[in-house]
């Protein structure tokens, strides 16, 4: 789940611990896990992790130390110093990163020659050149910060509640020119819950991250790094993004729009519908219609990393909260909600008012409002969607009495009621999948079973039906899809179907 603009005390959840030696890592997660809808949120990576080299070369100088006299205040000190290089594409666009750091450290003994609990003291700064690999843009990531674990209490054996405290300016973000244009300043304060296995050696194992307080201005933390990135060396797909509140077309829903280079040339464009997940709800005013930003396609156009050649009008409709959601109580406790809350919607009839998930009619009556509207090709109209949404493209598809779109692609949605419905009639479209088999909200079932009998159908009716389940991917696996590194072009798939 995306945090928006709370810098005050962060409930459990909100980071993420790794223990290194006696060093605590710190990243913002993905979700928070608390209640089933907000689960299903799965809005997208709040900030990504950046790579400081000197994680590694801090870890291996604390594992290696060695056993210090039990009067020892001081056990180890020293500086480090190096380089490091990796390329990352997960923004939409390879970018290569040099990085040097520097630093230095200092390892004590717990007071009273307390051997149990050893304490970090780490000052250290970096500097990375992340560079667009297409382009030759480029922009620099640098820090300084001090941390220093302050104090640790015995909670039982060689279980510690740790405060750490981490200040300076850990993120700050320049452009090719110089020009600072984000910084993060002040502190982190944070808890966590540490086995040191009681040998008297620096080490152990991290158990549970217990809170954290932020004193100071932290954009960096509440923000996708992705966006920040796009916003200096990206495609600038951003710039051809539109807001259409509710109200302010004749769209039966708020969305929206992106039009691609060229658009209205004289050639008909492609049409790609994006259907959001239920984190992203909403009355598609101009207050809400930004949750759509938070995920899946919109957000790798918001965060310019969507490829200028794609020649897709790429529209997203925001489907609205239910107003009676008293059936779906009965999914909170079960296993893989979410299938639940698909399977509950489709036994109603999918009510106009207790909908979580979007629902065939909307998907209908959008598309006939889009093909009207745009300068778009009939034949060459797609649907894609995550969670929520890809359970109503799901279930558009089986309810439509004849194809009105070539191709879709469902990410983690549950299929097994549209394939009830319909069977091998799905067919008429052609659908690839896909799903993390770690899935613990929508059943990777929800996806295996259809396709699988998909598969078998004769063809005709069966265009093509692909299956991908990624290995030890929970419910995101949609970001690895819609940015491509997984491997799977999905946007050339598309455009090799028409509809007959």
Sequence with gaps: MTRRGSRSLLDRGSFAGLRYGNQLLIGVNKEDGSALMTRMRKGGTTMRKLRAALVGGLA?????????????????????????????DDCGYPVEVQAEFSGSYRVRAGKNGDQSAFFLKDTSSYRETHTNLDTGEWFVVR????????????VEG???EFVTVVAGQPFVVEDSSGNVVLRDRGAV???????????????????????????????????????????????????????????????????????????????RSPLLVFLHGFGENGDGSSAELGNLL????????????????????????????PTEDAPYAACEAVEHPGSCVMRIQHDLGHPENGSPCTTP?????????????????????????????????????????????????????????????SKCQLGDVAIW????????????????EPLTDLMAC?????????????????????????????????????????VP
């Design 294 to 321: 938070a995920t899946g396609i919109p957000q790798l156009i918001r965060n310019s990393g969507w490829l200028s050649e794609r020649p897709f009008v790429v529209l997203a409709p925001q489907h609205a909260n």
């Design 458 to 498: 004769p063809a005709p009716p069966r265009r093509d039906a692909e299956l991908t389940v990624y290995p030890g991917v929970d419910h995101d696996s949609w970001t690895r899809t819609y940015n491509l590194t997984a491997g799977h072009d999905i946007y050339n798939w598309l455009l090799g179907f028409t």
């Design 158 to 160: 060689s279980v510690f």
């Design 189 to 267: 304060r944070y808890r966590t819950l540490f086995d040191t296995g009681g040998d008297g050696e620096p080490g152990g194992t991290f158990l549970e991250f217990l809170g954290a307080e932020i004193s100071g201005p932290h954009p960096g933390f509440f923000v996708d790094f992705c966006r920040i990135a796009g916003d200096l060396i990206g495609t600038g797909s951003s710039q051809r993004l539109t807001a259409r509140p509710a109200g302010t077309t004749d769209s039966p829903s708020g969305y929206y729009e992106y039009l691609p280079p060229g658009y209205g040339g004289g050639e």
């Design 361 to 421: 009619a909307e998907v209908r009556d959008f598309l006939s409002y889009a093909i009207a509207n745009y300068d778009v090709d009939p034949r060459r109209v797609y649907l894609t969607g995550l969670s929520c949404g890809a359970f109503g493209a799901w279930e558009y598809v089986a309810e439509q009495a004849g194809p009105q779109v070539a191709a879709m692609v469902p990410i983690a949605g549950d299929g097994r009621p549209a394939w009830e419905t």
């Design 433 to 448: 999948a896909f799903h993390g088999d770690a899935d613990d909200i929508v059943a990777p079932a929800g996806s295996i």
């Design 60 to 88: 291996a100088l604390l594992v290696g130390l060695a056993v210090m006299p039990a009067g020892a205040t001081i056990i180890d000190r020293g500086t480090y110093s190096g380089t490091d290089s990796y390329v990352y």
């Design 143 to 154: 820090g300084q910060s001090v941390t220093n674990e302050i104090g640790a209490t015995r």
